[in-house]
Nanobody, 128 residues
Framework: QVQLVESGGGLVQAGGSLRLSCAAS????????MGWFRQAPGKEREFVVA????????YYADSVKGRFTISRDNAKNTVYLQMNSLKPEDTAIYYC?????????????????????WGQGTQVTVSS
């Protein structure tokens, strides 16, 4: 089993920045990819970004491309999500997820159902 704990959420004004962290523990050797998803009130969970453990492949949702950056510190089993130029529509609960499966398809890692381990989520609120 893999346990994930997110941190770093909060309240920020539009145009501001936040950095989320996700620390993994347990069977971290089994992780192939990690990602961030988000869910706004009344909406379905949506893909934000995913990256493979080597960092060789990274996929971003169009809505965050150029504003958000994922990075990872494999020695600490931690991934980070740097969020810049935040907009009110970025307001959501952000979830970290881990997936042990290799897929050659990038679309595979944009789908929440393929991720077997999830954190508890951290709230991000962007005020206008």
């Amino acid at each position: 089993q893999v346990q994930l704990v997110e941190s770093g959420g909060g309240l920020v004004q539009a145009g501001g920045s936040l950095r989320l962290s996700c620390a993994a523990s347990g069977r971290t050797f089994s992780i192939y990819a990690m990602g961030w998803f988000r869910q706004a009130p009344g909406k379905e969970r949506e893909f934000v970004v995913a990256t493979t453990k080597s960092g060789g492949r990274t996929y971003y949702a169009d809505s965050v491309k150029g504003r958000f950056t994922i990075s990872r510190d494999n020695a600490k089993n931690t991934v980070y999500l740097q969020m810049n130029s935040l907009k009110p529509e970025d307001t959501a609960i952000y979830y970290c997820a881990a997936d042990p499966t290799y897929s050659s398809s990038g679309d595979y890692y944009t789908q929440a159902e393929h991720f077997g381990s999830w954190g508890q989520g951290t709230q991000v609120t962007v005020s206008s």
